[in-house]
Each structure stands twice: as structure tokens, then as C-alpha cells.
């Protein structure tokens, strides 16, 4: 069965690369990856059978025990030169550069940069989301030849068909990480500064390289829709993903997202190797000072409700604990709207909008958690 699927996986890829003679540009009204959110709903009967099989699962606890052994997450220091291009010494792979903010007024929104690569052939993704109260409004998407990207070994730099669309660099007098984002579609447009305030990090994971250089930063700049320019300003993300191989989708695939308070930024992850058993990761950052990295044991993330999407049974409900040393942590994560995407016809992607409400305590701080945030749950198969 994992044969079949890297074999799927290595199709999509070679389809994809054949695809590259053209370029599109898709609307929301017109993206056939794009479903209907609003068919969803909680199962009590779902949750309690899921729960029941999570706990009986034995043969899948030996089997994801065996490689939790051999892989613990680290984070470590970011470089400038870890948001450049990568590539890969895999003929085939995928990259991306990924960013999100939270806005005023219930705007929100989601940037996209993804190359897919067989064999130096392939094509280059260019994506704006933009949601009104956790509800999509507007999703353009351009595809381009990928001698139509320039990029950068060095620093974080993405040009297209000869147009900047990121550029990112360390400011000398106050040593902020600071993004350039600028967008254009023919419907919508963002023009966005992410300033960064908290310190990266990156590590390794059963996915790929993962380098989150924004835990959270600042944003500040315009949207437009339909020739409506908004100012805007709000709470940013930024991550990076590289060494994304037809490996990766031996997985059963991940669920991820953050949580922020005043003065901390919480970034979870769980690498679901079945549908049942996983990796966690928790990485903490304080606003303006350091990060601690929690270890595996002392993380206990779970879903808590499930539902049916699409005809698939997909994560509705999250929670998270971990205490460690001089930190302590509980959030409950209630999903209110889901984007779903399917990639290629075969791997669904969720974005959730999730309203996070809990706690955190930082050696003597305390401080409450009650903001909207957005998540995602991604499977293979």
C-alpha cells in the first residue's frame, strides 16, 4: 500500500511538470480544488468510536513507537540563508514559503509560494486566500514555468515572470526580520510588511525540513478586493518547508497551527505516521526574548471531536497541554470554518479558522489565551 502511494505521489509530480506549458490564473468561483465549507457538522457517536479505536490500536502503537525512537524534533537558530532557496538532491521534490496573518476587522489571510520540481522541470504556485470572519471570499491562484522563477541561494528572494513577489532581509539599526509581500491577481491584491518579534528557529521532522522564521511578527499594509483597498494591520506567521519528497507521503500526513497570548507565541505540530499515532512538536517563543523547545513526553496534543467532510472523517476539535520546568500550557481549539482543498485529486489539505481559548504560564507570568488563529490538517491517503 505505501508503494502504491509513492508511486501515486510520483505521478502527480511528472503530471504536474507535464502541465507546465501554461499559466492560469483561478478564481474562487472558477478553482475545481476548492470545495463547498459549509457541510460540516459534530458526530458526539464519530468522536467516541474514534477515541475507542485510537485507544485499541496496538498494532499501530508498536509500529509508530519504532520510529518515535529514532526521531526526536530540536529546534535550533535560524540564518538568513535558511528562508533562500534549497532545492534538492532528489530529482524530484517540492519547496514552498508559506505565510499567514490574522487582521483587523475579521480579515485574514494566506500567501503561498510553491515550486514543484522533476527533474529542473516544473512550475511555480503563486496563492492569496483572503477570508472575512474565517470565511473564504476570494482565492486566486497563477501557475508559472519555472524558468519564469528567479530566486536566491542566499537570501529569501522570490521573483516572477520578472516581478518581486517576497523579499526578506534583516534590518541593520534594529536587527527586525522584515518581509516584503507583493501580490497581484487580477481580482485581489495584498502589499504586506511582516516585521518579525520573535526569534526563529528551525529543525528536521518525518515530513522534511522545517524552518519557522516568523513565529510572530507584525503586518501591516493593504488588501484589495474587487478594487476595494483596505489598510490593514494585525498578527502574522511565517514558515518554510524544503526536502519535500514523494517520501514525505508515507506519512498519514500532519495537523499544525499556533497560538499566540500577549507576550507568547505557542507553534504546534503533530506528524500522524497512522491515522491514530503521531510525533508532537511544541516549540514556545517569548515577544522579543528566546524560545523553548518542549520535549515529546510532556506534550499531550490531541483532537477531541471529529467530523464528517467530504466523505471523510477529518479533525474538528483540538487540545493541548504540556508542562515543563517553569511553563505550563492548556488551550482548547474549537474549529468555526474549514477551506477545503484538494491537490492534484487525490491529497486533502483543511484550513481551519480556530478560536483558541486557555492559558499559559510562564515561570511567574500568567496570561490568558483568547484569540482566532488558523490551522491546517493535511493527509495523503
Not at 503561498?112 to 511555480?124: A, E, F, H
Not at 496534543?301 to 477529518?314: K, N, P, V
Not at 511553563?327 to 479558522?353: A, L, P
Request: charged letters at 25%; aromatic letters at 14%.
Amino acid at each position: 500500500m505505501r508503494r502504491l502511494v509513492l508511486l501515486v505521489i510520483l505521478f502527480l509530480l511528472i503530471t504536474s511538470s507535464a502541465l507546465a506549458s501554461s499559466m492560469q490564473s483561478i478564481s474562487l468561483d472558477e478553482s475545481p480544488e476548492d470545495t463547498d465549507n459549509s457541510s460540516y457538522k459534530s458526530y458526539p457517536i464519530l468522536n467516541y468510536l474514534y477515541r475507542f479505536c485510537n485507544f485499541f490500536d496496538r498494532n499501530n502503537f508498536v509500529k509508530q513507537k519504532k520510529i518515535d525512537d529514532n526521531f526526536v524534533f530540536l529546534s535550533e537558530d535560524v540564518e538568513l540563508k535558511d528562508d533562500a532557496f534549497h532545492g534538492s538532491n532528489y530529482l524530484h521534490f517540492t519547496e514552498w514559503w508559506y505565510f499567514d496573518a490574522i487582521l483587523d476587522n475579521g480579515y485574514s489571510v494566506q500567501v503561498g509560494i510553491r515550486v514543484l520540481s522533476l527533474i529542473n522541470q516544473g512550475l511555480v504556485h503563486l496563492r492569496l486566500d483572503i477570508y472575512k470572519d474565517g470565511e473564504l471570499i476570494s482565492n486566486e491562484l497563477k501557475s508559472f514555468l519555472i524558468w519564469d522563477f528567479f530566486t536566491s541561494e542566499e537570501v529569501p528572494l522570490v521573483e516572477l515572470n520578472r516581478n518581486r513577489i517576497m523579499n526578506g532581509y534583516i534590518d541593520k539599526e534594529t536587527g527586525d526580520w522584515i518581509y516584503n509581500l507583493d501580490i497581484e491577481f487580477e481580482k485581489t491584491k495584498a502589499d504586506l510588511i511582516f516585521i518579525g518579534c520573535t526569534k526563529g528557529w528551525k529543525g528536521s521532522t518525518p515530513g522534511g525540513k522545517w524552518a519557522v522564521l516568523l513565529p510572530r511578527a507584525e503586518v501591516n499594509g493593504t488588501i484589495t478586493i474587487n478594487n476595494n483597498t483596505i489598510n490593514v494591520s494585525g498578527i502574522g506567521y511565517h514558515d518554510h518547508n524544503w526536502d519535500i519528497t514523494v517520501f514525505t507521503g508515507i506519512n498519514f500526513g500532519w495537523y499544525w497551527g499556533k497560538v499566540n497570548s500577549d507576550n507568547f507565541t505557542a507553534t504546534w505540530s503533530k506528524i500522524m505516521t497512522t491515522r491514530f499515532w503521531g510525533q508532537p512538536l511544541l516549540v514556545i517563543n517569548e515577544k522579543n526574548g528566546e524560545y523553548k523547545n518542549i520535549n515529546q513526553e510532556n506534550i499531550n496534543l490531541r483532537i477531541d471531536e471529529i467530523t464528517i467532510f467530504q466523505g471523510m472523517l477529518i479533525p474538528y476539535s483540538f487540545a493541548l497541554d504540556a508542562s515543563e520546568e517553569n511553563i505550563s500550557i492548556h488551550v482548547d481549539m474549537e474549529v468555526f470554518d474549514i477551506h477545503h482543498i484538494r491537490w492534484f485529486g487525490i491529497i486533502n489539505y483543511w484550513r481551519y479558522h480556530i478560536r483558541c481559548r486557555g492559558y499559559i504560564i510562564f515561570e511567574s507570568k500568567t496570561e490568558l489565551i483568547d484569540q482566532v488563529e488558523i490551522a491546517e490538517f493535511i493527509r495523503f491517503r
